[in-house]
């Protein structure tokens, strides 16, 4: 097909949710809590690594329905540069070694629900936590410093200054950490953090245009879509100096990814319940330069329960590959759940 200015081509689909596309360009999937790896492109697949399975769970997640009720996924997954992988599930947190396949569980969610993102900086693995009854409690970032191994409380936030920790991600041009967090009044905001993170800088507090999840960081600003579920949400551009943004498009729904593929820009938007704006579809949304985005795919929420049964949505990989490839993955969209979508873009 082509969108726009940048011809998009799909080479077909394969079960799984996206989670990761490394620098050799490998692509990494997972289909319930077995994560599978693919060397030539997404043609054939082999097991890469494993969370180990616990309880009457994984029996009662051999239905698609249940599985969403549980969350039985991986929600995210990172590598270090020593090959060492990182993921996270309902649980809590994962790791395997080089060349281990059985993964090892390293950290216990003990409150509210899983970290939404990791952010992997060298042999550092942080998060903040995430869930709907922090708003009265101390909120936490967690820091490990040993390559995953272990975990130690790292920031606290005040009690009552946030809801939850959306993500937090490393700014390779700036070396420091922004931190994105959300959701009501004065709770929402963007944050650049010092490596020791001991100190927060805020940009932006205090609106819906503040309340991310995740950017792709340029060298002079951060580009995102907003998430929010009681405003018109926007994909902008925010300068990394001032803190001043502009809205440079429109979409239909709060966002919950954003990514690189080689030179090409994605963002994705999600279906949840807006009065604002109550659209029943979910897109994946490209550029090169941030400025012109074009929908080169939209999917419709499936009809089941927004809170039980997830949201509708499009989810993108971490990508570090330098090459114009991507994938995505549908969550809770007719037609699309659980199937990742293999893509090629023109590299000029």
Same mark, same amino acid.
């Given at each position: 097909?082509?969108?726009?200015?940048?011809?998009?081509?799909?080479?077909?689909?394969?079960?799984?949710?996206?989670?990761?596309?490394?620098?050799?360009?490998?692509?990494?999937?997972?289909?319930?809590?077995?994560?599978?790896?693919?060397?030539?492109?997404?043609?054939? &697949?082999?097991?890469?690594?494993?969370?180990?399975?616990?309880?009457?769970?994984?029996?009662?997640?051999?239905?698609?329905?249940?599985?969403?009720?549980?969350?039985?996924?991986?929600?995210?997954?990172?590598?270090?540069?020593?090959?060492?992988?990182?993921?996270?599930?309902?649980?809590?947190?994962?790791?395997?070694?080089?060349?281990?396949?059985?993964?090892?569980?390293?950290?216990?969610?003990?409150?509210?629900?899983?970290?939404?993102?990791?952010?992997?900086?060298?042999?550092?693995?942080?998060?903040?936590?995430?869930?709907?009854?922090?708003?009265?409690?101390?909120?936490?970032?967690?820091?490990?410093?040993?390559?995953?191994?272990?975990?130690?409380?790292?920031?606290?936030?005040?009690?009552?200054?946030?809801?939850?920790?959306?993500?937090?991600?490393?700014?390779?041009?700036?070396?420091?950490? &922004?931190?994105?967090?959300?959701?009501?009044?004065?709770?929402?905001?963007?944050?650049?953090?010092?490596?020791?993170?001991?100190?927060?800088? &805020?940009?932006?507090?205090?609106?819906?245009?503040?309340?991310?999840?995740?950017?792709?960081?340029?060298?002079?600003?951060?580009?995102?879509?907003?998430?929010?579920?009681?405003?018109?949400?926007?994909?902008?551009?925010?300068?990394?100096?001032?803190?001043?943004?502009?809205?440079?498009?429109?979409?239909?729904?709060?966002?919950?990814?954003?990514?690189?593929?080689?030179?090409?820009?994605?963002?994705?938007?999600?279906?949840?319940?807006?009065?604002?704006?109550?659209?029943?579809?979910?897109?994946?949304?490209?550029?090169?330069?941030?400025?012109? &985005?074009?929908?080169?795919?939209?999917?419709?929420?499936?009809?089941?329960?927004?809170?039980?049964?997830?949201?509708?949505?499009?989810?993108?990989?971490?990508?570090?590959?330098?090459?114009?490839?991507?994938?995505?993955?549908?969550?809770?969209?007719?037609?699309?759940?659980?199937?990742?979508?293999?893509?090629?873009?023109?590299?000029?």
């Amino acid at each position: 097909m082509t969108s726009g200015l940048i011809p998009v081509q799909v080479h077909g689909q394969v079960p799984g949710r996206a989670l990761y596309i490394d620098r050799q360009g490998r692509l990494y999937i997972s289909r319930l809590y077995d994560v599978f790896r693919s060397d030539d492109g997404g043609v054939t &697949w082999q097991l890469d690594c494993t969370i180990p399975r616990v309880g009457i769970k994984p029996m009662l997640a051999r239905s698609t329905l249940v599985a969403r009720l549980l969350r039985y996924n991986i929600q995210t997954f990172g590598i270090m540069d020593d090959g060492t992988r990182i993921a996270v599930a309902r649980e809590g947190i994962f790791r395997a070694a080089p060349n281990e396949v059985q993964m090892t569980q390293v950290f216990r969610i003990r409150r509210g629900s899983r970290p939404m993102n990791i952010c992997i900086d060298g042999q550092r693995v942080i998060f903040g936590e995430y869930g709907d009854d922090y708003s009265k409690l101390q909120v936490y970032i967690y820091i490990s410093e040993d390559g995953g191994r272990s975990f130690e409380v790292g920031y606290m936030f005040p009690r009552g200054n946030i809801r939850h920790v959306h993500n937090v991600m490393l700014d390779p041009y700036l070396d420091h950490y &922004w931190v994105f967090v959300g959701d009501y009044d004065a709770q929402p905001g963007i944050g650049a953090m010092s490596k020791d993170l001991k100190t927060i800088e &805020w940009l932006r507090r205090g609106d819906q245009k503040s309340r991310v999840l995740a950017s792709i960081i340029q060298k002079d600003e951060l580009i995102f879509g907003t998430d929010s579920n009681i405003e018109q949400n926007y994909i902008i551009r925010m300068e990394k100096s001032t803190g001043r943004i502009r809205e440079v498009q429109e979409i239909e729904g709060s966002s919950l990814h954003a990514t690189v593929f080689g030179g090409v820009f994605a963002i994705s938007s999600s279906v949840e319940p807006n009065p604002v704006s109550p659209s029943h579809e979910c897109s994946l949304y490209i550029s090169r330069d941030g400025d012109t &985005w074009s929908r080169i795919q939209s999917h419709r929420k499936d009809l089941y329960n927004f809170t039980l049964f997830q949201m509708g949505t499009l989810v993108l990989p971490i990508a570090c590959n330098a090459q114009p490839k991507g994938m995505f993955s549908g969550q809770a969209v007719v037609g699309a759940h659980n199937l990742v979508t293999l893509l090629s873009f023109d590299a000029h």
